[in-house]
């Protein structure tokens, strides 16, 4: 009898040194992953993205974070009206330029901040922040406001299925920011030296 539990319990202590190898990926052969289908991509919440670019002699960076639509009501829904939001998920979106910029009439110091928007309905505040290092808009803090500026948002766009910044490049020094999700895009317009 012992002999049968001695065997059983050997048995079980290799199966499950095997597993564990198996596990941590020791002695396994996989397959090359494949890349995310569209389908898989969107079923994540969101996924960090950059976007770069060159506007006159202005090199700009965006580091965001991009939900998906995932068939949900995004305005006024999952984005509320006239709150101020992170225009991303998770950390403030961040923006940085690394040149002097203008926009509208203030002139905007080289380096990085946080970009808010605050939806409404009808008209857009656009919001860039001193303080850039934050989680969703928790700390945000109006006093620390470089600028903030009203547009009208551009609606009944094609769909775009993930929250997208895109940097363009308008010449003569002129450029925007652009930001799409969902049927909508904003722009926020900016001049370099």
Known sequence: MNKLIYTLALGLLIASCQNKKS????HEHHQPEKAPTEQSDNSKKSIPQEA??????????????????RG???????VPYDEVWVTGAH?????????????????IPKGK???????GQERWTLILNKNWEQHLADDYDQAEDVI???VTPETEMPLTERLTYTIEDKGEGSGAIRMSWEKLS????????
């Open 23 to 26: 596990e941590h990926g020791e």
């Open 52 to 69: 770069h670019g060159n506007v006159g002699n202005a090199h700009v960076s965006i580091n965001y974070h991009s939900p998906a639509v």
């Open 72 to 78: 949900r009501v995004i305005w006024g829904g999952l």
């Open 91 to 107: 950390s403030a979106t961040t923006i940085e330029f690394s040149k002097v910029i203008q926009i509208e009439e203030t002139t």
């Open 113 to 119: 901040y946080a970009f808010f928007t605050i939806p």
């Open 148 to 150: 903030r500026i009203e």
């Open 186 to 193: 904003i722009s926020l317009p900016f001049k370099t030296d």
